[in-house]
């Protein structure tokens, strides 16, 4: 049911950013065929194979190694960062605005998981290397630092922490299990959307569309404050997902990783 609903969200999302965001131009003078765009994307095998690879390792952790590794471990560090910041994010469940929560929701199950995906074929489409390059080197270096953290330094999200029900859950019942097959619920620090909606932004930037960037500029800030708003996340979390995506992005810089 979620699925035939997010996908359905997906593709309104598309002919929105292909309508009012793309540039008539691309449009016109991109690939015509499907020759051509076959032949794109086996030129881009190397990245586009290093994005689904990490997707494929994250869910293998999600669905056998986390669980088993928690267990072994027996505890849960968020006792450690509720001490650091106290009650910040937990009042923001306190104090949910209604319009706020819908808005936000949109952001963290539609919006943010678009961008993932559009972003990497527009990249791909468009023919620019140093974007997709940077994202999928971005997306492997980012995912080979958090995965240890994420095994070895398990943190219960806001949420689960204090045991009050999912904000996606208020505004779309039944999601919770969905959104827990790509998941779990002590995978917080550093926050993955934090990290991965800079990077995205990041290497949007790199295609000179000034009028995506600023969508997705305006995407990234609403994606970071969604996962306080919505208390998914600790402040922590997002510090520190913020500091690696640009640590990241500085290292591919330097190395010039992704010419």
């Not at 929560?101 to 963290?108: A, E, G, P």
């Not at 998941?183 to 990077?199: D, G, K, V, Y």
């Not at 969604?226 to 208390?231: A, G, K, M, N, T």
């Amino acid at each position: 049911m979620w699925f035939v609903v997010l996908f359905l969200s997906q593709i309104i999302l598309l002919l929105l950013f292909l309508y009012f965001v793309i540039p008539r131009s691309f449009l016109n003078d991109g690939p015509t065929g499907y020759n051509e765009i076959i032949n794109l994307f086996y030129r881009f095998r190397k990245p586009i194979f290093i994005i689904l690879f990490v997707v494929f390792v994250h869910l293998i952790e999600v669905r056998f190694f986390d669980p088993e590794i928690t267990s072994w471990i027996g505890n849960d560090y968020a006792n450690v960062i509720l001490k650091m910041e106290g009650d910040v994010v937990f009042w923001f469940s306190q104090n949910w605005n209604p319009v706020l929560l819908h808005y936000f929701v949109f952001i963290y199950i539609i919006v943010y998981p678009f961008t993932l995906w559009f972003s990497p074929v527009f990249f791909i489409i468009s023919n620019n290397k140093k974007a997709i390059n940077t994202l999928s080197y971005g997306l492997l270096l980012i995912y080979l630092i958090a995965v240890p953290f994420y095994l070895f330094l398990p943190i219960s999200n806001v949420y689960t922490y204090y045991g009050f029900t999912f904000a996606l859950e208020m505004v779309i019942p039944n999601i919770e299990n969905f959104f827990y097959s790509t998941t779990t619920s002590n995978n917080c620090l550093p926050s993955l959307h934090t990290a991965m909606t800079i990077l995205v932004t990041y290497s949007v930037s790199l295609t000179n569309n000034k009028k995506l960037y600023f969508v997705n500029f305006f995407i990234m800030c609403s994606v970071i404050i969604s996962v306080i708003y919505l208390s998914i996340h600790w402040i922590s979390d997002v510090i520190i997902g913020a500091l690696l995506s640009v640590g990241v992005i500085t290292v591919i810089k330097k190395y010039e990783l992704a010419d």
